[in-house]
C-alpha cells in the first residue's frame, strides 16, 4: 500500500498563525522519575495547531461544532489539485478548468507545502473561489496552509465554504502528492463543543 | 466500506486513570466573539489520555520516545480477540490456545468496552501474558482500558512488551467489534520525545 502522511508534526516551535507565541504548543513534563515510576507528557494546544479540521464556530456565532462531526466525510476519495503555480491567491479563474463536482473533497497543493516557516503571504482561498466552490457544492476543502483565507475583511471565505456546510482542512502538507485522486482517512481526536479538531490524515494512492 | 471508530472521545469528564483530577483534560475558550473575530479552543491534556500509544520512555529511564515512531506499523492488519470472558487478568492461559504469530498486531476487547467511567478493577495483561506476547514476538498489543496494566510492581507488562519494541497502544473502544481480522489505520497526532501520542484509530472490516 503506497501512502502519504500529510500532517504537520506538533513542535514547541513550529509554524503558527502569524507567529503569534499564544499560538504555540507547551509541552511540559506531568511526571517523571524523580517523583514517580512513570514518565509523563502534558501539552497545552490551541486546536487550530497543525493539520486540522474548522467548524463554523470559528467564525459564526453559535454556529456549528465539532459535536455535529460525520466521520465519514472524512472518510473518503479526494481529489488533489496542483495550483503550485498560483502566486497569491487561488481565485476562481484558477478553478473554472478543473474537474470539480457536487459532493466532491477537494485539496489544493500550493506553494505552501514547500515552506515550514508562517508566510504572512501565504497562498489562500480567494472570496471568488469559494463562492465558486459553494455553488459547486462540494463537500469539503483542504489546503496547505494554516488559514484558509487571511487579510479579507469578513472571513468570507470560511463562511461562503460554511454556508453550503464544506468541510474545512487546514495545515495539510502536500509536497510529496502529486495532483490525483486518493482515497483520504483523515482521522480527528474527537472532541465536543470545540471550533476546532486536530487531525491526522493520510492519503492512499 | 465497513469501519469500526474505536477511539475515545476527549471530554471534561472523561475516564482518566486512577481518576486524578490532574489528568483530566482542561479546555478553555482562547478567543471568542467579545474580543476577537474568530473563536478559538485551547486544551490542556496529558498525553496518555483516551487512546494512545505509549512509547518505552513512559516506563523506562531514557527509554524511547515517539521520536522513533515508524507509522507503517500502525496501518496494517490486526487481529481481535475477544476475551470478554476474562475476570481479572488476560494471563498466558487465556492466550496460548490464540492464534497470535510473529510480527502479529493483537487487540484485546475485553470487559472493559463496556464501562464508560474509570474501573480501578480493569482487566489487564498480567505478566505471564506479557512474557508470552514477547517470546511470541508480536509487533503490537492494544487494549481497551486506559492501561495495559495495573498493580503490578515494576510495570512488568509494559518492559516486557517494551524490551521486543512492541507497540502498545491503550484506551480503545471495541464494544461493537467482532472478534476477527481487520485493516487497522492508527493515526498519531506526531510530536516528538513524547512518551506518548494520541491515537485516532479505526478498523475496516
Known sequence: MIYYDVSMKITPNMQVYKNKENKKPIFRVASDFNSSSAH??????????????????????????????VLDRLIREVKVFDLTHVKDSISENDLKDLDICINDFILFKTKNSYEDAFNFKFIYIDQSAALYLNQKQVSGVGIDALGVERDQEDHMTHK?????DIYIIEGLRLKKVEQGKYFMYALPIKMDNSDALLLSVILVA
Chains 1, 2 share one sequence.
Do not use: C, R, Y
Not at 53 to 69: A, K, V, Y
Open 40 to 69: 509523563e507528557t502534558e501539552v497545552t494546544l490551541n486546536l487550530h495547531t497543525g493539520t486540522h479540521m474548522d467548524f463554523p464556530l470559528h467564525m459564526i456565532e453559535n454556529g456549528q461544532t465539532s459535536s455535529e462531526l
Open 160 to 164: 461562503l465554504l460554511f454556508e453550503k
